[in-house]
Structure formats: C-alpha cells, structure tokens
C-alpha cells in the first residue's frame, strides 16, 4: 500500500538522472534574476521577493508531496514558526541575520521532528487529518496566548543583520531570498540525484516493497519531514525580514492549502514545477485582485481565483510542467 491512497495527480517525472545537466535552466533564470531583479524598483521587486519566498515554501512541500508521496495539510505551521521565532528572537533591538535563521530553520525542524514522528505511523486520510490537527494546535497557541501577539500578530522592529548584510536595504533583501532560494532548489536536486533521493522514489511508488527490501521506511520518511519542514521556516523566517509582522493567520490551514495548489498547478514531482506554481499563483491572486482586469469581479476574486484554478487542473491535469513537456516533444 501507497502512503497515500487519495486522488491525488501522480507525479509524471521519469526516475532521476545521476547527472545535473537539467540544472542549467534554473542557473540561468536565478542569473538573470540577479541582474535584473534590483532594476525593476519598487512593486515589481517587492513581487518578486514575494513570489521567490512562496517558490521556496512551494519546493519545501514537493520535497513531501512529489518526492516522497506525503500529502501534508499542515505544512504552513512550520512556515509561521519560522516567521514567528525570527520576530520573537529579534526583540526590540534586531538580531543577527545567521543566528535567527539558525534559530527559525532549528525551530521548524524540531516541531516536524515531533509531528513526523506522530503522523508517519499513520496513512492516507489519517495522515493528512493528523497533519492539519498539529497544524491547528500551533496556529492556537499563536492565536490564544501572549507569546503570538492574539490575533494581531506582532511587529519586526529591526530587520536582521550581519554586517554588510542588513535587510533593512531591500536590494540586500533581494539577494538574500535570492540566494535562499538557490540554495533550496539547489539542495532539493542534489537530494533528487542522491541515493536518499532514489530511496523516497521507491517509498512514494510503493512502500511495502522497499520495506521488504530491508530500507527503513520511517526513518526515510521522517527524515524528509523534517527537512520539508525546515525548508519552509526558511520561507517564514524571509516572509518576516520582507513583511516585518506575523500573525497567526500564516499558520492556518488555508496557507497549507494555498501551496499544495501550487505544487499541484505546476506539476507533483518536478522541482520546477513547484517554483512555477508558485509564479503563476502568486499572479493569478495578484492579477484578479485589480479592478482594472476583471472590473466588479475583483471583489469577489477569491471567487474568480477558484474558477481559474478548477480550470488548470481539468485542462492540464499534469500541471504546468506537462504542458511544457508536451511541447517540448517533436
């Protein structure tokens, strides 16, 4: 038996390549980034910020979900934890950017750890219910008590800094997520490529067989929980530095849902495939938020936002990715 017996779209990816040939494409767009990111100036750039932190909370998911065949609808906690302990250990005075993004990853891994160590002995529909009750458990602990602020949610004062590296300066605040987000995609294709990565392929494909195979299946599993999860306190330790305020609504199940449907858009199993779905959710929210592209429908948008997404995925039901794929072929 699967992990996973929903219907969920199944990843169209071919087993890994041993080589990193592919990688030249995302290397090229992470340059181009680069050198004409800080040009576009003002809302262009902020967007841009914005959709590189969701390109990292969407990879962080497709390690679970494409990778190794988790469908987590709790993965936004550790995304709001790591927003959280980033804004909690700055205090009023800032922080040191190393230390608190020490402190955020560190934070996000140890309560995977012990979510993954619960939810892994679970399956299917139980795994995921388990999932969104740790998810919720945290989001309360934000919202009911002191510590989170309640519902407000609490300010970044000072943005972190090392040195030369303050994120006051939104150029270094550029560069900084754009080099988190290289450094994300790139991890995630070494473990792809790497005898860990082929290991979660046989989970994802069938569990009971590498298991008599005599791979430790949980341990694997628990394993890729935890760095999911702290991949995505990366995201929320960045949303932070960007926003310079959380609330508990970062923790909510809703977010959870917002990035599955990223991943899902852009296609399960592919590590660009998270990042696109994330470019084209992010647009798609940004675009029918403007009265000017739909005219009284923008109040409403969220509305026009669920058509757009139901008619991706009955058109291409292997997400963005496929349809790239398919015309790439002759």
């Known amino acids: 038996m699967n ?3 929903l219907a969920m779209p199944t990843p169209t990816s071919s087993p890994p390549p041993r080589s990193f040939e592919g990688l ?4 090229a767009v992470a340059i181009a ?3 004409a990111g800080p040009l576009l100036g ?3 750039a ?3 910020v914005k959709v590189m932190v969701l390109a990292i909370f969407a990879l962080s998911l497709q390690l679970l979900v494409g990778m190794t065949g988790l469908v987590s609808l709790g993965h936004a906690a550790y995304y709001g934890i790591g927003a959280y302990i980033t804004v909690l250990g700055s205090g009023d005075g800032g922080g040191n950017l190393f230390w608190l993004l020490f402190l955020a990853m560190g934070g996000g891994a140890l309560y995977a750890l012990a979510v993954g160590a619960l939810s892994l002995r679970t ?3 139980y795994f995921i219910m388990v999932t969104l009750a740790f998810a919720q458990m945290a989001y309360f602990v934000f919202h009911d008590t002191p510590v989170g602020g309640g519902s407000d949610g609490i300010y970044l004062y000072v943005r972190p800094a090392a040195g030369p590296l303050d994120m006051e300066n939104r150029t270094v605040l550029f560069y900084v997520v754009l080099a988190a987000l290289v450094f994300t995609y790139g991890l995630l294709a070494v473990v792809r490529r790497s005898r860990f990565g082929a290991a979660l392929a046989g989970i ?3 569990e009971q067989r590498m298991r008599a195979a005599g791979f430790p299946t949980y341990g694997y599993k628990l394993a890729a929980f935890v760095l999911a999860g702290a991949l995505a306190a990366l995201a929320g330790f960045l949303v932070a530095a960007r926003d310079g305020v959380v609330n508990p609504e970062m923790l909510s199940w809703h977010i959870s849902g917002e990035v ?3 991943v899902i858009l852009g296609g399960i199993g592919h590590l660009r495939g998270a990042v696109l779905g994330a470019v084209v959710f992010t647009l798609l929210k940004e675009l029918l938020g403007t009265h000017a592209l739909i005219g009284p429908l923008a109040d409403h948008w969220q509305l026009t936002l669920g058509l757009a997404i139901i008619g991706f995925v009955a058109l291409l039901p292997k997400g963005l990715i496929g349809l790239a794929q398919r015309r790439a072929k002759p």
């Open 3 to 5: 992990t996973t017996t």
């Open 24 to 27: 030249w494409l995302p290397l």
């Open 33 to 35: 980034l680069g050198i």
């Open 260 to 262: 599955l449907l990223m």
């Open 204 to 206: 994802r494909v069938n």
């Open 123 to 125: 399956r299917g529909l």
């Open 42 to 44: 003002g809302y262009g």
């Open 46 to 48: 902020d967007l841009l």
